[in-house]
């Protein structure tokens, strides 16, 4: 089993930035691969971004590529988004979730996931 548990959320003005974290316990999350998603409200869960176990592979969004930036800390099992040039459409519950094998874009795919972290852009 693997816990999961985000921070970093928070109200931040458009144009402005905000670093998530995700903080893994239990099973090493080295093991495995992560991925964030977000949520707003009355729309399905949406794919952000994922890192494979070593870090050395990414996958985002079409629409955050260039904005956002996930990366990890193995040693401190943490996993990160860097999230610049924020929009108000970015409004959402961002989740961080990990799965075993390799890292997809389709939450389904994924079997763990945290309680997530609110983040809203407005002015």
């Known amino acids: 089993q693997v816990q999961l548990v985000e921070a970093g959320g928070g109200l931040v003005q458009p144009g402005g930035s905000l670093r998530l974290s995700c903080a893994a316990s239990g099973r090493t999350s080295s093991s495995f691969p992560m991925g964030w998603f977000r949520q707003a409200p009355g729309k399905e869960r949406e794919f952000v971004a994922a890192?494979?176990?070593?870090?050395?592979?990414?996958l985002y969004a079409d629409s955050m590529k260039g904005r956002f930036t996930i990366s990890r800390d193995n040693a401190e099992d943490t996993v990160y988004l860097q999230m610049n040039s924020l929009k108000p459409e970015d409004t959402a519950v961002y989740y961080c979730?990990?799965?075993?094998?390799?890292?997809?874009?389709?939450?389904?795919?994924?079997?763990?996931w945290g309680q997530g972290t609110q983040v809203t852009v407005s002015s």
């Open positions: 890192i494979s176990r070593s870090g050395g592979s990414t």
């Open positions: 979730a990990a799965r075993m094998g390799i890292a997809v874009r389709s939450a389904r795919l994924y079997d763990y």
